[in-house]
């Protein structure tokens, strides 16, 4: 088992909607805080959901764990507290990943695609994440053109992400939850090397029941906060409560 590591807090780097990264007296390491917020997907509504924090945190852990088994490094060293981690420093790509298997929301507004339908192939496709310019689609020339990653980094990202689907289609449905889509995000290393960053949990994966096709998305949250909370610990159940 390796050492644990201590840190102390410092000064706040960056706040997401879900998530701060702080600033540690060890220049290697960040504290990554998840908070209880939550966010329809439309930004309608906003609230909390009491654990919430906790749970992503203790989900993305293991998910990062998990990964790692399966050769796809992340920034995650340990947990620190209930609701933080300790993590490597890394220079975040500003793009999302994200991973669709499952034909909903976006697609079937755009392209008419028939919803819940499997798609032949999962489909890649990388956001901006820029508030100001609504995050915007790019594509993988748009990347290298604009200098957010090398040719062979997007190519690297481009297989880890094909990865983490393959490794978490299996795992959710041995879980009896279908993997809809989900987002991912990546940086450099202080090595140059490229890992994965953020969270995996229920806030970044759209996780829909096999026998009901019942969602546990964000969705729930904006049908009702107490419906939220309810999917929220049935996911943590089926995965930590099956280990």
């Not at 000064?11 to 329809?40: G, H, P, R």
């Not at 392209?111 to 956001?127: A, C, D, M, S, T």
């Not at 610990?233 to 930590?240: P, S, V």
């Amino acid at each position: 088992m390796s050492k644990e590591i201590k840190v102390k807090k410092k000064t706040k780097l960056y706040e997401d909607k879900t998530i701060v990264v702080f600033e540690t007296d060890n220049e290697d390491y960040f504290i990554q805080e998840f908070s209880d917020d939550a966010i329809a997907p439309d930004g309608s509504k906003k609230g909390k959901i009491k654990g919430k924090g906790a749970i992503n945190n203790q989900l993305s852990g293991h998910m990062f764990n998990y990964l790692e088994s399966y050769h796809v490094p992340s920034h995650f060293i340990q947990p620190q507290s209930e609701n933080t981690m300790i993590v490597r420093k890394l220079e975040m790509i500003p793009v999302e990943v994200f991973v669709r298997n499952i034909a909903t929301g976006t697609l079937v507004k755009k392209y008419g695609v028939e919803e819940g339908k499997e798609l032949e192939r999962p489909i890649l496709e990388f956001y901006l994440k820029d508030d100001s310019k609504k995050d915007s689609l790019i594509n993988s020339d748009d990347l290298i053109s604009f200098e957010y990653a090398t040719a062979d980094e997007v190519q690297q990202i481009e297989r880890y992400a094909r990865k983490t689907n393959a490794v978490l289609r299996s795992y959710f449905h041995r879980r009896n939850m279908l993997l809809v889509d989900f987002k991912l995000e990546f940086g450099h290393s202080k090595s140059g090397k490229i890992k994965l960053g953020a969270g995996v949990n229920p806030d970044t994966c759209n996780l829909w029941d096999i026998c009901s096709n019942n969602t546990f998305d964000k969705n729930r949250f904006r049908q009702d906060s107490a419906k939220g909370e309810e999917a929220l610990n049935e996911i943590y159940n089926r995965i930590l409560g099956s280990n």
